[in-house]
């Protein structure tokens, strides 16, 4: 059986943390240095070493990007300035519902920078993060994981693995983990079962079969509010806030802001169901024909509740400390996907010194999601039960000093019902040529076909409709509604893509690229489309890039890229329910060191500087407060530098101890102030948190590992979805590992 670096798209000459190839920018294995792209691979070692056990996790140490705050309830990161919730992928295939994903089943994550559509079609403006799943490789394996720490963490995993005969792999991943957290009333509970099968029927064929079962449940949180210059003075005017800019409030970095009536939980959770089958077959023909035919089923039943601060803190209103407005819903947003990928790869030589490899590949997919949202609705404490929002409030103020507000409630103010239907037909082309040793050139081109059907209304119902009698249900209950409003939307577009790769010597290439995508006016989750967006042009990307790749050692990577990405049409958070369409430009550039630098010390090092700027807004001049204009505004979610830089050393040698004995860890992570929000009003300050950890090998097969995050006990804050959900960072915070092999 082949390795699992055979089997499928990812990563390809991995040791330790460096990856020295890849089959997910190109579509063909292709070495890192001979890729026009930026990318960082985070190997299984590096994940196991900084115990990176979610994708949020992973990605705090890749430069350039920034884990935003997902409103509590999803996976959402800003990639060279372009924020997202559906740029991800597993195994190169689309996976775009929103929830938090875990990182039981997976080999390595890979991020690619800058647009990629000519690989992944529409999206991906900023980049796009896929997971490498493990692969049944006939390799036995006997591995289980158990990890207990603060805030009571409690997590069990399981990796089995064999082959069952010369021609029949299995292999079986699992996952069950409950846990708190450091913020009030949270608690998570996921499982996941991943069993999966390799099939060699011919000597150059290969089946592989997977299902995965992921539940997540946990409690809803989106953060704290701030304070500025709308707190202290009433009336003052949005426009001149970024001069004077407010900052995340001086709350306890536990303290919730929302409603806790019956329970906290009752009416603040994030759930999801994920069903996934993936099937994918791979076969050589004797003349050298690469044939990959790739499927993959997922169904989502997604459905989150959430109160939260609805405005910044009012500090001379209400109650001594002030008060800020407390709002909620309820939000249904349903996905089942289907995508079938086919690739014909075959590599020939025009001459001794011209090689090409050609990639002809079709994608067809359908999407079928939905969004049905209900408002929160707020009675008195005399108040046993509000049915709908009749005669009650849908936002109530809270005292400051007390925001975890008793009040009976329910999600009975219908607002949303909206249903889409997606159908994906797309075509490219792509030739790889290696002209002598020193010059490599990738030249390719696709076409996106996308037919949307949006079926659906918002509320306030029209005249004579009964929004009581259809959408009075509580936070658990099915929400069904049926006003029709039906509006197709169809996108034609091609995306272009060039690189050409210089190598002056061996291990040493230097590249230019420019590529392109899009994105219906949409948006990148289908579910926000009005008779005036059907009619507007999608949102484009463009990105011009320049970097160089050396390849200092065969375990030691050095990379840098300068870039700028341009966006039309991107709409930017103005507020919790708000945005606005914009151009925007973000010009930067990235550095990163992955692998041995010597035979004891592995390291992973990134800095990434950038500069995002709104260029011009939709919007027009406001009579009544003329300094609110976006252009020139920083785009949310962008700090100006970040920095990451993680080290782990093997001491045994200073103890008399075997190779991998024991091991010291640490890293820093530094992020700079970002902006929140389009109106630049409040400042989320930059920080910078110090982890730590200690590996010990307690015999042939049990290790152990201990994880120190926030070592120095930082104030910091970690993500933001807007200027009034901003998240506190967790404090110093400690977990053991401990791994066994049988």
Known sequence: MPSEQVLGYGPSGVVGYVARGTSTATKTNTPIIDIPQSITILTKQQLQDRASYSLDQALTYVPGVTVTGGEGNKDAVTIRGQNTSADFYRDGIRDDAEYYRDLYNIQAVEVLKGPSALTFGRGGGGGIINRFTKKADGETIRNLEVVGGSFGKRRVTADIGQAGSDTLALRLNALYEKSEGYRSYFQMERYGVNPTLTWKPLEKTFVTLSYEHYHDRRFNDRGIPSIGAPSFIEGFPAGLASFIPGYPAPTPYYQFFGNTFPTARTNNFARIDVNLVDLNMEHKTDFGLEIRNHTMFASYRKRYANTFPGENVLLFEGPPGGQMEIEGYVHNTPRTNIFNQTDLVYRFDMTPEIKHTLLAGAEVGNQRSASERNLSC?????????????????????????????????????????????????????????????????????????????????????????????????????????????????????????????????????????????????????????????ALQPQGFSNLEVGVKYQITPRLLLTGALYQLDRSNQPVTVSAFNAVSANTRTRGGEIGLVGYITDEWQASLGYGLQSGRVLNASTNPNPIDPWLVYAGKVTPNVPRNTFSFWNKVDVSSLFGAGPGVLGLGGGVIYNAKFYPAIDNAVIVPGYARVDAAAYLKLSERVNAQLNVENLLGARYYVAATNNNNIMPGAPRSAWVTLNAKF
């Open 378 to 534: 707020f009675g008195t404490p005399e108040t046993n039960l509000v049915v709908n929002c009749d005669g009650s409030a849908t936002a109530v103020d809270a005292p400051f000093l007390n925001p975890a507000l008793y009040l009976p409630m329910s999600y009975g103010d219908p607002r949303e019902r909206r249903y889409t239907n997606l159908d994906v037909a797309s075509g490219y082309l792509q030739d790889q040529i290696a002209i002598t040793k020193y010059i490599d050139i990738l030249a390719g081109v696709r076409f996106d076909h996308l037919d949307l059907t949006f079926r659906g209304a918002d509320f306030p119902l029209p005249p004579g409709a009964d929004p009581a009698g259809q959408a009075a249900e509580q936070a658990e209950g099915e929400i069904v509604d049926p006003i029709n409003q039906t509006i197709r939307n169809v996108t034609n577009k091609w995306s272009p893509r060039l690189g050409v790769v210089g190598k002056p010597i061996e291990d040493l290439s230097v590249y230019f690229a420019y590529s392109r995508s899009f994105l219906p006016a949409s948006s990148d989750q289908f579910v926000v489309l009005t008779p005036s967006l059907a």
